[in-house]
T-cell receptor, first 113, second 113 residues
Framework: DSGVTQTPKHLITATGQRVTLRCSPR?????VYWYQQSLDQGLQFLIH???????AKGNILERFSAQQFPDLHSELNLSSLELGDSALYFCASSSGGKDYGYTFGSGTRLTVV | GQNIDQPTEMTATEGAIVQINCTYQTSGFNGLFWYQQHAGEAPTFLSY????GLEEKGRFSSFLSRSKGYSYLLLKELQMKDSASYLCAVSLGGRAAGNKLTFGGGTRVLVKP
């Protein structure tokens, strides 16, 4: 157990629908990062939150949004889902220390049918 | 933009040595990370280099040359369980970047008996 909790582990939904993915960071970590990994693709950075504030945005679609709550958990909202949104979505947390990068959650596998 | 290149796939024999190269061209540099990722699982931290030279950690070593924008991960005494993808990632650093990691596409290593 990495200490980063993601729910749900698997999600199957239809095109056009909206889903919410949840992430609880490791205790004490203020930063949460969201990444998308499509089949046989690298990790694509979506968005970073630090202590409730958005810090950086990557190639995140307008249909996607995220937030980080006062208790530091984060949610990634995906709407108007398309088949191409099927992917593994990882959340990672960091204390902000430079030396050890991130700790990743086990991911949410989203399948859009 | 940011560019991180690594080979797509490598094959090696159990007990042998494999070297995975990574070259990068990024707008900033605050360290280079290597992660291991088994299929469908979360990436796990292997190593971190911020200064030039070799970092050794058991069977795994990582090398960095900042002037050449080059790193490699060396896996010795390969075991079947080392079959996985290996991800090179650069931390761009700076407050704006929020310690964001930019990942290469990953190198899939297949260890054969």
């Amino acid at each position: 157990d990495s200490g980063v909790t993601q729910t749900p582990k698997h999600l199957i939904t239809a095109t056009g629908q909206r889903v919410t993915l949840r992430c609880s960071p490791r205790s004490g970590d203020l930063s949460v990062y969201w990444y998308q990994q499509s089949l046989d693709q690298g990790l694509q950075f979506l968005i970073h939150y630090y202590n409730g504030e958005e810090r950086a945005k990557g190639n995140i679609l307008e249909r996607f949004s995220a937030q980080q709550f006062p208790d530091l958990h984060s949610e990634l909202n995906l709407s108007s889902l398309e088949l191409g949104d099927s992917a593994l979505y990882f959340c990672a947390s960091s204390s902000g220390g430079k030396d050890y990068g991130y700790t990743f959650g086990s991911g949410t596998r989203l399948t859009v049918v | 933009g940011q560019n991180i290149d690594q080979p797509t796939e490598m094959t090696a024999t159990e007990g042998a040595i494999v070297q995975i190269n990574c070259t990068y061209q990024t707008s900033g540099f605050n360290g280079l990370f290597w992660y291991q990722q088994h299929a469908g699982e979360a990436p796990t931290f292997l190593s971190y280099n911020v200064l030039d030279g070799l970092e050794e950690k058991g069977r795994f070593s990582s090398f960095l040359s900042r002037s050449k924008g080059y790193s490699y991960l060396l896996l010795k005494e390969l075991q079947m369980k080392d079959s996985a993808s290996y991800l090179c990632a650069v931390s761009l650093g700076g407050r704006a970047a929020g310690n964001k990691l930019t990942f290469g596409g990953g190198t899939r290593v297949l260890v054969k008996p």
